[in-house]
C-alpha cells in the first residue's frame, strides 16, 4: 500500500478545521501531517487553543500537536484550508506560490478567472483550470469548493440543467449555525428566532452555481451558465444542515416526475469511482411530503448525500422542491475532502 | 357608555381561543358572555378544561365559568370562533341558522361562495356578500379570517396590488409552533429541526389571498384577483411569529423605493378609525437587511404591525422582501377581533 | 457459530421500541423475530404504523413487516418490552406466563418483591431472584432496567457505595424530551422554558438505586441498600441525554480525589466480559468544569457510558458532581439489550 | 410634582443597559441624563454602538444620544451600573469618588467590608453601611445589587430563615442565557445542550445570600449568617428566566405547609411602600407541581415577583421547591432600579 498524503490544515481551530481532522482520522489516503491556525493560536498545545465541538472525542494525537503559524513552511504535500475571508487570501496565496496544492473551502479565490469552484460530481473537468493558474501564476494551486448553500443547491441543480436546462431559480434557505463557525452566533441571537440576513451569503448563492454550471475553456477561461437565480437567505435555529426551498423554471419542458427521474438516476462520473467520500447515493428522493427534515436527515451518505423532497409543479416557475445538506460535510469539509481526493486520483495532488 | 357586546368563544380552550380570552379582558367593546368547546371539555371548569399557555394570567372569572357544549343556545350576541376544522363547519352553520353572527378564524367557510375572508385593511367591502348570506341560507352569517401566513402576506400584497398590480408571487413561509395549537408540534419533531410541510397549508397561502384582493358583485358574488401565488411552506422551532420570504412580479414596472413606498404610506380605509384592535401603524418597514426578527419584531404593534424588511431586486421576479406576522394575532384571534369590531361598528353584530 | 436468538419486540413503535430495532440491526447475537404494539398500530405494516425519529434509516427488512398484537404468541425466544406503564404489566405477565423470557423497559414490574431491576455492571447477582419468580409465579420471568434517571445515577453511585457506603443524595436532573416518548412533550411546553415537574418520576428516581444497591437473599428477598436519597426532576429542551447534579454524603471518609479514584478505576464484573453492548468504558470522568455537556458527550461508548464531571466538595453534603447519561441509550434500549446479554451469556434467555 | 432624577447609565450598550434604558422610559421618577460605555461605543450614536435586543423598540430620544466615555464627568444625579467585572471596579471607585451615588449590578464590590449588597425587600438596614463608605472612602457611595441567581434565592430564604432560621441550602440552577450577555453564550454552545458550569457563578450564589442575611453593625460592618450553601450551576437553552431547585434544613422545624405559609404571608417593609418599581407581590406561589416555568412565569410582577412551586418533604434535607426569578429584571436591572427608588425614599441619591 502506498504511504499516505500528509495535508497541513490551515485554519485547523475552526469548526471546519474539526471536521476535517475528524474525517482525517482513519483516512484511507490521508493523514494531519501539520496544524496552522491564526497568531492567537499558533504556539498553542492544539488542545489547548481549539474548543473542540464536535461529538466525537478529539484524536489523541492531535490534542499533542502544536499549532503553527500560518506560513507556507508547513509539513505536508498539501494544504486544506477553512481560513476566514480576511487573511484567507493573502494566505492562500503564499502557499501556492510556495508551491502547495490549496484544497480550500475558503471564499476569497472562488471568483478568480483561473480558480475552479469544484465540485466532483459537477463539474470535474475545470480542474483544467489549473494548468493555467501553474503556467501564469503560481508553482502551487487553489482549488475552491462553494458556498455550503451553493453546495448542495448545485448539485441538486447540475443534472436538471443538463436534461432540461434552466432559466431562473429561486431559492430560499434555511441555514444551520455551524455555518457561522464558533462563537459564530450568539444563542441571544438565535433561540426562538429567525434572522432574515446573512453577511455576504446571498450573493454567492446567486453567483457560484452559474460558474460550477458554466464551462472553461483553455482560451476563454470560465464561461458562466445563463441562469438567473436570486437567493433569500436565513438563519435558523438548528445545529447542522441547511434546507433550501426551491422553485426553478426549466428551459425545456419538464414534469416533476421528469425532474425526480434525472435526480433518481444520477450516476456521478466514472472518474470519481472509489473516491472514499463519495457518497453512495448522490441524492435521496424522499415521496413523504414532510421530508427531508434537518435533524433527521443530514447524515444520509455521512454527510455528503443530498437529501431532495418531493418534486412538485410550481404555479410561478414550474417546478419547485426542498433539498437538504449538511453544512459542513457537503458544505464545507466533506466536499474539499472530495475535492483533494479526485486531486490524488489525477495525479495533482503533489507540492511542487 | 354604550354597554358591551358579549361573545360566546368557541373553541375557547385552544390557543386561539386562550388568546381571545385575554383580549377581550379590558376591550372597550366586548366581553365574554360564555365559553364553549368540545365534548371533552364541556361541563368542566374552565381552568381544569384549558392547559393555558399565556405569560399573562388566566382572568380570574373566566377560571370559575363552566365549559359549555358546542350547541347553538350560548349566552352572548355574537360566536367568536376558533374550532378545529373537522368540526369547525358544522358547528358555524348552526349557530349561523340559529341567528348569531359568527366571526370565525377556522377554515371550513372560507371558499364559499357568499363567505367573505375579511382583512379590514384590504376588502372591508367585502361584507357586502353576508347581506347575501342572509337573504339565501341563514339568518345570522359567518366571516372568516384567512389562515394565519395567508394573513401577514394579503396585507402586505394589498397596497402593492393597489399601486402595481400583481403577476406573480413566490413566498417560502418560516412558521412557529403556536400555529398548530396544543399539544400539537412534538417536540421531538422540532427541536434542532425544520419541517417543510404542514397540512393543508400551501393551497391556503396560495388561494386565500386573490380571494380577498378579488371583487365582490352582487351578481357575480367574489371573482378572484388574476395572481398566481406559489407557496413552500415550512415549520420551524419558534414560538410565535411566521416569517416569510416573498418574490413577486407586478403588473407595471416598480422600483423597491416604490414599492416601499406604497407601504410605508398605506392609510386604512377612514371606515376603520378608531377600532380597538387597529394597530397604530399597518406596517412596520426596516432598513436594517436583518430585520424582521421573529423574537424582536413579532409583537409589534400588539402583534398586529405586518413588519417589512428592506425591499430589494429579485433578479428572477422583480422584486423581492420579507414580512413577518404575528400568527396568532395577525394571523388569527387578534385578526377575528379586529373583524368584530368592524362588524359592530357598521351595526352588524346582532344576533337576529 | 451459533444462530441468532430472536426477539418479539413488544412495543415497537415508540422511541424506545425504534433504538431496540435499530441496535439489533447487525447485532451478533440477537435478531427481530416479531414486532408487536396496541391496537392501533397492530395489522399494519411497520413502517405505516410508526413515525421513525431517529437519524439512520428504518432498516428495510423491518419496515415491511407486520406489526403484530400484543398477545403471547408471537414469534422469537424472549420479549424486549418498552410499552408503556398502562398496558406493560398486564402485557408483560402474559408473555411470563406463557413462558417468555422478558426483558423490560417498562416500570411495571420494577417494585415487585422477586423482580431485579438490573444493571449488569451494577448488581448481576440479582438474577438469581428470577429462579424464585419461576418457582413461584410463572415458566417465564421479567427482569427490569431502571428508569432513565435511575439508571445514570444508579451506575455512578455503586463503586462509590461499594467503596464508603453512602448515606445520603440529592439529585437535580435536567432531562432530554426524547425520555416522554412521540409526540411526548408538545413543543410548546418546552421552547425557552424549563418544566419542573415529570408524571411519576421522582419517585422511581428516589428508590430504585436502593433497591438495585440493596441485596437479594433466597429467604428475604431484596433487602434496600439504607440510603437516602431525594429527587427534583426538571424537563428541558434536549433531545437525548439526561444530566444529573448529584450531592451526596458518604459512610465513610471520602475526598473528590478518592471518589473520583473509585470511579476512574471501575472494572465490571468479570462475567460481563465481552458482552456485545458493554461499553469500554464504565465512567468517561472530565477535569473540565464545563463538561459533561449533554449534546457533546451523550453518545460516548455509543451511549452506554456515564460521563462525569470533576468531583468536587460539597460544603452541605460532603461531595458534588455531574453526570450525563444517554436517557434512550443507557437508560433505555441499551440497557435492556445489555441485560438480554447477560441473561443469554447465562443460559437463561430461553423460552419455556 | 418634583422634577425626575437623572441617571448616568454606565454600560449602557449591554443587556442590562438596555433593560434599564427601557424601564427608565416612563419612570415616574427617573430619567436617563446620560449614557455610557467603553472606548469601543464611545463617541457614537446609542442606536449605532447598540445591538438592541428588547422586544420593545429603543426609545427614539434614546437612540440619538451620544455614547460618552467611562469618566466621572457625566450629566446625573447618580450613576446606575452594569459594567462587565474587568472594567467595574476601576470605573465605580472613580464614581465614587467623585461624588456620585453608584448603583450598581456589577459584582466588583459585592464582598468589600463596607458595600451592602442590597434587596429593599430583604435587608434594607444595610443601607447604614453607606455612612460608613463615605466617612472612610469617598464623598460618594457604591450600593451593589447581588447576582441574578442569588437574588431570586435570597428573596425567598430571607422568610424562612426570619422564621424558622436556616442551617443547609443546596441549589442547582438553570440559567437562562441572557445572563450572559451579548454576543455571550455561542447558539453552538447551547442549542441541543445543557452546560454545567458559569465561570465564577458558584462561589457568587455560595456567598452572597449569608452576607445579604447577615447583619450590619457599626462597630463590626458585616457579619454573615451561618447557613453552609451549596450550589450547582447550569446553562440551558432559555432566553430569560433563572429556574432553582432548592433543598434546605431549617433551624427550627418547620414543614412545607409552614414555609408555604411564610411565604405566602410575607409583606415588605413599611419602608417600602408604594416604591415604582416593588411589585404587587413579593412570591407567587403555584399549587400545581409542572410551576413555575421559566417562560410562562418569569414576567410575573413586571419579572420583580419571585414565583415559588410547592413545598414537599425533602428525605435529605427537609424541605425541598423550586422558585423562578427574572434575571435581567430581579436579578439585575429591576433589581438595581428599586435599590435607586429606596434611596431616593430616604434622600440619598444626591450627588455630593
Redesign the interface.
Known amino acids: 500500500m502506498e504511504s499516505k498524503l500528509g495535508a497541513a490544515i490551515l485554519g485547523a481551530t475552526g469548526?471546519v478545521g474539526q471536521r476535517l481532522i475528524a474525517l482525517l482520522e482513519g483516512h484511507p489516503w490521508f493523514e494531519v501531517a501539520s496544524l496552522a491556525a491564526s497568531d492567537r493560536s499558533a504556539g498553542k498545545r492544539f488542545a489547548d487553543a481549539c474548543t473542540w465541538?464536535?461529538?466525537?472525542?478529539m484524536p489523541a494525537r492531535i490534542a499533542d500537536m502544536r499549532v503553527e503559524p500560518l506560513a507556507p513552511e508547513l509539513a505536508g504535500d498539501f494544504a486544506l484550508s477553512s481560513l476566514p475571508g480576511d487573511i484567507a487570501r493573502q494566505t492562500e496565496q503564499a502557499f501556492a506560490a510556495a508551491g502547495y496544492p490549496v484544497v480550500t473551502n475558503s471564499s476569497a479565490f472562488r471568483m478568480d478567472p483561473d480558480v475552479p469552484i469544484l465540485i466532483p460530481e459537477v463539474n470535474h473537468s475545470h480542474l483544467e483550470s489549473i494548468a493555467q493558474q501553474r503556467a501564469k501564476r503560481w508553482s502551487g494551486f487553489i482549488v475552491t469548493n462553494p458556498n455550503c448553500s451553493a453546495a448542495a443547491l448545485t448539485v441538486a441543480l447540475a443534472p436538471i440543467y443538463q436534461a432540461f436546462g434552466l432559466r431562473?431559480?429561486?431559492v430560499?434557505t434555511?441555514q444551520a449555525?455551524?455555518g457561522a463557525g464558533?462563537?459564530?452566533?450568539?444563542?441571544?441571537?438565535?433561540?426562538?428566532?429567525?434572522?432574515?440576513?446573512i453577511d455576504g451569503e446571498s450573493p454567492k448563492v446567486?453567483s457560484e452555481p452559474a460558474k460550477m454550471l458554466g464551462r472553461w475553456g483553455r482560451e476563454d477561461g470560465f464561461s458562466f451558465a445563463p441562469i438567473?437565480?436570486?437567493a433569500?437567505v436565513?438563519r435558523?435555529?438548528?445545529?447542522d444542515?441547511h434546507?433550501e426551498?426551491i422553485?426553478l423554471e426549466t428551459e425545456r419542458a419538464a414534469s416533476p416526475a421528469d425532474v425526480r427521474r434525472v435526480l433518481e438516476e444520477f450516476v456521478p462520473p466514472a472518474e470519481l469511482a472509489g473516491l472514499p467520500s463519495l457518497p453512495a447515493k448522490t441524492f435521496h428522493c424522499f415521496d413523504d411530503?414532510?421530508?427531508?427534515?434537518?435533524?433527521?436527515?443530514?447524515?444520509?451518505g455521512n454527510g455528503m448525500t443530498v437529501s431532495v423532497?418531493p418534486i412538485s409543479i410550481?404555479?410561478?416557475?414550474g417546478i419547485?422542491f426542498?433539498i437538504l445538506g449538511h453544512n459542513t460535510m457537503r458544505g464545507a469539509a466533506g466536499a474539499a475532502l472530495l475535492n483533494a481526493e479526485l486531486l490524488r486520483r489525477q495525479g495533482l495532488l503533489k507540492r511542487q
Open positions: 469548526t465541538l464536535l461529538p466525537t472525542p431562473r431559480v429561486l430560499s434555511m449555525v455551524s464558533y462563537p459564530g452566533v450568539p444563542s441571544l441571537a438565535i433561540l426562538d428566532n429567525i434572522v432574515p440576513h446567486e438567473a437565480i436570486s433569500m436565513h435558523v435555529p438548528t445545529i444542515g434546507m426551498a422553485s411530503p414532510a421530508r427531508p427534515q434537518t435533524r433527521l436527515d443530514r447524515d444520509l423532497g410550481c404555479p410561478v416557475l419547485k426542498r
